[in-house]
């Protein structure tokens, strides 16, 4: 068995501690955390008690694939509000995969007696495996010991940023702030969407748990994306909340429809279909198509992506009319930085054509995972964006 503490100091009061903590998720730091739902919540004795369920996942050692089939796992926090002692204790176990290691955490927040304006922190965790076979039981118990405490850092960091985020005195529908939630909701749905085809067998213990899990995913992802498209239009409405909507018809047989300036540009959210019959849905700035949008061409091409001046620039997802794709980032307009290629059987190509690419060819092989997910979740936000308007 493995021990693990961690102390650390919140620079906010308790009773603001305990407000953020039911809104830790989602943030930037947040990435191995899918889902959250509370099961159970009741008021014992003047303290209140809750049970939640979330879905983590999480990247193991190569040699554990044959072990550990699946990267998706079920947690159970329990957790008690004393509002007289000012403290809040959680309790959190994994339900999934507790045959080959076991991780029990405990954490407690308490006022700090010598500065009411700041909440002490101090963490615990039991790591211990009972994996069948003896030898393997160590290495797991540190390799998990080892992503515990920098899932920990993470953790901490994600929680100051939510603190600072509620309870700063810059307006809370700040643009920046719902942009970096709305992106963080779009990355959580497109990673609970590529469980959703997993099989569960072998994820927890009994088979009333898998198909809890497997409602959980289900039920979470479409909650996901509706947060992240509903935070992004927040988002956009506050940036934009003196922006003019109309349509308007140019000489040369295209139209726009969408928001304009008090200068009569196009700026905000709108929709322009040029005469070839092309049609773009998305941001414009200054009258050029810039931010997250979506085009598609008259031959049926289409691109998912972020914009600049005009141009595809920065992560974004093309497909070829002969349904070809290319996820990854973009540079004036052309295939240009690291990504993949998916051809229309939906192979990637022998060798795989993952790697760098410059002016539409490619350079060399890589692995790209970071850009390509990237670029995926930013097609994600653009098509929400293009749904809602």
């Known amino acids: 068995m493995k021990f693990y503490e961690m102390g650390i100091v919140l620079k906010h009061p308790w009773e603001q501690v305990v407000q953020s903590f039911w809104q830790r998720y989602p943030n930037p730091y947040s990435k191995h955390v899918l889902t959250e739902d509370t099961v159970q919540r009741e008021l014992v004795s003047g303290k209140l008690r809750s049970v939640r369920f979330l879905t983590k996942t999480g990247q193991g050692p190569r040699w554990a694939d044959k072990f550990v089939p699946h990267q998706l796992v079920g947690i159970i926090e329990e957790s008690i509000v004393d509002p007289k002692k000012q403290s809040l204790t959680t309790y959190t176990r994994n339900i999934g995969y507790n045959k080959i290691v ?5 954490v407690e927040y308490h006022q700090d007696p010598t500065n009411p304006q700041q909440t002490l922190v101090q963490r615990q965790a039991w ?4 994996f069948h076979i003896g030898t393997l039981r160590r290495p797991i118990e540190a390799f998990i010991y080892d992503r515990f405490r920098k899932n920990c850092s993470k953790a901490s ?3 100051q940023w939510v603190l600072s985020k509620m309870w700063t005195k810059e307006p809370v529908n700040s643009p920046v702030i719902l942009n970096d939630i709305a992106l963080e909701a779009a990355r959580r749905a497109t990673t609970i969407a590529s469980h959703a085809n997993a099989r569960l067998s072998g994820l927890v213990g009994t088979p009333k748990d898998q198909m809890f899990i497997s409602k959980s995913c289900a039920r979470k992802a479409y909650f996901v994306y509706v947060e992240a498209v509903r935070t992004l239009t927040m988002a956009l409405d ?11 018809k140019y000489s040369d047989g295209s139209e726009y429809i969408g928001e304009w300036d008090q200068n009569g540009q196009r700026h905000g959210v709108g929709q ?14 200054l009258g050029l198509c810039s931010g997250l949008g979506v085009l598609v061409f008259s031959d049926g091409a289409r691109y998912e992506g972020t914009f600049s001046e005009g141009w595809f620039h920065g992560p974004g997802a ?15 307009g052309r295939i240009w930085g690291q990504g993949l290629v998916t051809f229309s059987d939906e192979s990637n190509g022998f060798p795989r054509h993952e790697g ?15 850009a390509i ?5 930013v097609a994600l936000m653009a098509r929400a964006l293009c749904d809602e308007h």
């Open 318 to 332: 093309f497909w070829r009319s002969d349904g070809m794709r290319y996820e990854g980032e973009f540079r004036g």
């Open 373 to 377: 997910q990237r670029a995926q979740k």
């Open 272 to 285: 322009l279909t040029t005469p070839d019959g092309s049609v773009y849905s998305g941001q414009f700035k």
């Open 356 to 370: 760098y690419f410059q002016d539409c060819r490619f350079m060399r092989r890589a692995k790209c995972g970071d």
């Open 157 to 159: 960091n994600g929680f």
């Open 102 to 106: 076991s991780i029990t955490e405990k």
């Open 127 to 130: 790591i211990e495996s009972q």
């Open 238 to 248: 506050a940036e934009n909340k003196d922006a003019v909507y109309g349509s308007f």
